[in-house]
């Protein structure tokens, strides 16, 4: 898309881009050329020390093991009914993969055995990992499992095993992200447009936040030096936002205008910038400012419906899923971030 147009969108949206340049360069494009056609891949992991990535085309209903140093498929995991989101433990060797079908696979890295499935309810979806207690939290159940409420199961990933269920009262669930500061999880609930509050340690929900700037949120990215909360939201078929949350309160203080169908949100602390990408074909990009305010950074193209990505703080990448969608074959884009002018 040409600067004319980017400025049209931005125009359409009711933001204007200073005009700093494009916040990401193409560095790298993976292609995965048995991937049949599909409209959705979701989440991704990396293998830092390996340089592998681990992604889910769920088209093809496996895992794909990319090699970043050849941009190659190095193998293809097959075998799982709709893959979700991905844990790669490198200190254990061990993948961790949730399956729609209500079930997280537990595979070895080098091998790609499976070495055990822990069976969980329909709908086994978004994942939360805390590094310090090795606990993993997916979501699963709700309306897919025919319930009102769904479910955040927590699996020990040193034992391998599940040990005990959150229950929060909404027939579904979408992205999380744990707040190590103050030892909660927020996890979103499109349908209420609201936010559950998670105390880790006592496991309930102790809150519920409610969103008026934005509807159906999916997405979120933390400054939890800052106590900023990102929520991206899917206002429309192609309008989106991002609330602004304080988390010492629960109240939103701005939204800021993206494109819709966004799945996947980071925060990059060292450029303060919030990173989103959206389905309609476009990484939106906020700088928050030595004022508080917030600069828009022109949008940065990748393809429709390549809506989840990756962002790696340690490789300073952003690594894009695109899904085969017509004559769009199914790949990985890799960006590198660049400084503002």
Not at 29 to 54: K, N, S, W
Not at 180 to 190: E, I, K, Q, W
Not at 212 to 229: P, Y
Not at 331 to 340: I, T, Y
Request: proline content about 5%.
């Amino acid at each position: 898309m040409n600067t004319r147009l980017h400025l049209l969108a931005f125009a359409l949206l009711g933001a204007y881009p200073a005009q700093a340049g494009p916040p990401f360069i193409l560095a790298q494009t993976i292609e995965m050329p048995e991937v049949p056609a599909g409209p959705y891949a979701d989440h991704m992991a990396l293998d830092l020390q390996g340089r592998r990535l681990f992604t889910t085309p769920q088209a093809n209903k496996a895992v794909d093991v990319l090699d970043l140093a050849t941009g190659r498929v190095l193998r293809t995991i097959p075998g799982f009914g709709n893959p979700h989101a991905i844990l790669f433990r490198g200190d254990r060797n061990r993948l961790f993969v949730t399956d729609g079908d209500g079930a997280l696979d537990i595979l070895d890295a080098t091998s790609f055995s499976r070495i055990k499935s822990i069976e969980l309810q329909r709908d086994a979806d978004g994942i939360g990992y805390d590094a310090k207690t090795g606990y993993l939290y997916v979501s699963n159940g709700g309306a897919a499992a025919g319930n009102d409420y769904s479910l955040i199961s927590i699996i020990d990933t040193a034992r391998e095993a599940k040990i005990g269920d959150i229950r929060v009262g909404s027939p579904g669930l979408e992205a999380m992200v744990i707040d190590n500061a103050s030892g909660r999880l927020y996890v979103n609930l499109p349908e209420q447009n609201a936010i559950a509050v998670i105390n880790l340690e006592t496991r309930t929900v102790i809150a519920t936040w409610t969103l008026t700037m934005g509807n159906r949120n999916e997405a979120f990215a933390l400054d939890e030096a800052h106590h900023w909360l990102y929520v991206g939201c899917n206002d429309s078929d192609v309008r989106g936002s991002i609330v602004v949350i304080d988390t010492r309160t629960g109240k939103e203080q701005r939204r800021l205008p993206i494109g819709s169908w966004v799945d996947s949100m980071f925060y990059d602390a060292p450029r303060r910038r919030v990173y989103a990408s959206t389905g309609v074909g476009e990484v939106f990009t906020y700088e928050r400012q030595s004022d508080g305010g917030y600069r828009a950074l022109e949008p940065v193209d990748t393809a429709v419906m390549a809506r989840t990505a990756l962002f790696s703080a340690e490789l300073d990448l952003l690594f894009v899923t695109v899904p085969h969608l017509g004559w769009t074959t199914a790949k990985v884009l890799v960006f590198k971030p660049q400084s503002s002018r």
